[in-house]
């Protein structure tokens, strides 16, 4: 049975803040990766960050897991297997077949997936005509800002069809960790045990393919510094702040979010790496903000009942302070 957990104004609005965090701080993952990927290749990269994730997540938080219920080891274990190793594992290897233009486009779908699985297997959202019509201004913004500067669309369909296996994976586990939440255990306790069933996974294919890292060149500088922060702070805290957003403010408003990575890469592409914006990515821009704050606005309505209901309060305190 779930546990019925009342979210207070304040923790709907640190959930928020947890979740732009998140996105801000991926959107950046990228210039890490790349000088990373100089000696490393994707799958040695994802097994030491989450590695040192899992280390950290335990230091933080060393007690031992209490499941309440029989199957909760199993949704766990699902959560860390998709969203932590599978999803990353298919989009890495996705960048093999397909170009980076392509993924970026399709893993922007992410919210729209979410909103499906939520919907189908939850029931805890409708399918609003408002998210829609933020999905096609945000994918059409989107596709501005990767094309932008591309003679032509270049179609692979291996990678692409890994890309969109990515995205389901990641659908599955922003549902699996709602469910989760529901239970009431403890987000920096749950992460934790996502990371260990999620690290797992990564040695098994590690070992498989032959790919173990060399420890001597890890720790080398610069490379130990960006393992350190994509371990640390890109993978452990992330994933504990994402999922405080998924237990605040739900599944689907935190997807949203997604939206924004594309936007944030340019800004800091142009601040650090002195990039240009060309118009076409300023319209993608425009585009991919309006989808957002088309998804995530919301009317309220109050019923005529309500209202009377509040004119009778207001009444009976102006009489009371007489």
């Given at each position: 049975?779930?546990?019925?957990?009342?979210?207070?104004?304040?923790?709907?609005?640190?959930?928020?803040?947890?979740?732009?965090?998140?996105?801000?701080?991926?959107?950046?993952?990228?210039?890490?990766?790349?000088?990373?990927?100089?000696?490393?290749?994707?799958?040695?990269?994802?097994?030491?960050?989450?590695?040192?994730?899992?280390?950290?997540?335990?230091?933080?938080?060393?007690?031992?897991?209490?499941?309440?219920?029989?199957?909760?080891?199993?949704?766990?274990?699902?959560?860390?297997?998709?969203?932590?190793?599978?999803?990353?594992?298919?989009?890495?290897t996705a960048l093999v077949y397909t170009s980076a233009?392509?993924?970026?486009?399709?893993?922007?779908?992410?919210?729209?997936?979410?909103?499906?699985?939520?919907?189908?297997?939850?029931?805890?959202?409708?399918?609003?005509?408002?998210?829609?019509?933020?999905?096609?201004?945000?994918?059409?913004?989107?596709?501005?800002?990767?094309?932008?500067?591309?003679?032509?669309?270049?179609?692979?369909?291996?990678?692409?069809?890994?890309?969109?296996?990515?995205?389901?994976?990641?659908?599955?586990?922003?549902?699996?960790?709602?469910?989760v939440s529901r239970r009431g255990y403890p987000t920096?306790?749950?992460?934790?045990?996502m990371f260990f069933y999620a690290l797992l996974g990564?040695?098994?294919?590690?070992?498989?393919?032959?790919?173990?890292?060399?420890?001597?060149?890890?720790?080398?500088?610069?490379?130990?510094?960006?393992?350190?922060?994509?371990?640390?702070?890109?993978?452990?805290?992330?994933?504990?702040?994402?999922?405080?957003?998924?237990?605040?403010?739900?599944?689907?408003?935190?997807?949203?979010?997604?939206?924004?990575?594309?936007?944030?890469?340019?800004?800091?592409?142009?601040?650090?790496?002195?990039?240009?914006?060309?118009?076409?990515?300023?319209?993608?821009?425009?585009?991919?903000?309006?989808?957002?704050?088309?998804?995530?606005?919301?009317?309220?309505?109050?019923?005529?009942?309500?209202?009377?209901?509040?004119?009778?309060?207001?009444?009976?305190?102006?009489?009371?302070?007489?």
């Open positions: 049975m779930d546990t019925i957990t009342v979210i207070l104004p304040r923790t709907r609005v640190m959930g928020h803040l947890a979740i732009l965090t998140v996105v801000l701080i991926w959107a950046t993952t990228y210039i890490s990766t790349k000088i990373l990927l100089d000696a490393f290749t994707p799958m040695q990269i994802l097994l030491v960050r989450t590695i040192l994730g899992c280390l950290f997540l335990f230091l933080c938080n060393p007690s031992k897991m209490v499941y309440k219920h029989k199957g909760d080891r199993l949704i766990l274990a699902g959560s860390g297997l998709c969203g932590i190793f599978l999803y990353y594992y298919l989009e890495n233009s392509n993924v970026g486009v399709i893993v922007a779908t992410a919210p729209f997936f979410t909103l499906l699985a939520v919907h189908f297997i939850l029931k805890e959202e409708q399918l609003k005509a408002q998210y829609f019509v933020g999905f096609v201004l945000s994918m059409l913004g989107i596709s501005l800002i990767s094309y932008s500067g591309q003679a032509e669309l270049a179609l692979n369909p291996l990678g692409d069809l890994l890309a969109v296996l990515g995205i389901v994976v990641w659908a599955f586990y922003t549902t699996l960790t709602r469910i920096l306790l749950a992460t934790r045990t990564m040695v098994i294919a590690n070992l498989l393919h032959g790919d173990l890292p060399s420890l001597p060149l890890i720790v080398q500088a610069p490379y130990i510094y960006h393992f350190l922060f994509l371990g640390l702070i890109a993978s452990a805290l992330c994933f504990v702040f994402w999922n405080f957003g998924l237990k605040s403010i739900g599944a689907v408003k935190s997807s949203f979010y997604l939206y924004l990575s594309p936007v944030i890469t340019i800004v800091f592409s142009v601040i650090f790496l002195g990039e240009v914006i060309t118009p076409t990515s300023a319209i993608g821009t425009a585009l991919t903000l309006s989808g957002l704050l088309v998804s995530e606005y919301k009317r309220e309505r109050r019923k005529p009942e309500m209202l009377k209901q509040a004119r009778q309060e207001r009444k009976k305190e102006k009489y009371n302070g007489k």
